[in-house]
């Protein structure tokens, strides 16, 4: 399961972010209407190639660029490896 919080600006995500998840995560996206700019990462417990590709859709089609705050290591080496190294800000 994902929880999805925070604000239009700031999207934050609690749980894990993968293929059983995303779905859920991008219909609780689209419900709200945000725009998310930024991502609060403190939460998020685990990631996979579907929760990579997700949030590349989300920079995508909101702005072009996510910028990702309180990511775990195992968070962060997941979006280096996916060449999303830009992304995380410690």
């Given at each position: 399961?994902i ?39 403190g ?48």
């Open positions: 399961m929880k999805l919080s925070g604000t239009d600006q700031t999207m934050r995500l609690d749980g894990r972010l993968d293929i059983g998840t995303v779905k859920q995560a991008h219909e609780a996206l689209r419900e709200l209407g945000w725009k998310p700019k930024h991502l609060d990462a939460g998020l417990e685990g990631l996979d190639s579907a929760g990579v590709q997700w949030l590349w859709w989300v920079a995508r089609h909101h702005d072009g660029a996510l910028q990702v705050t309180h990511a775990s290591k195992p968070v962060q080496s997941v979006l280096k490896a996916a060449g999303f190294a830009r992304w995380v800000t410690p």
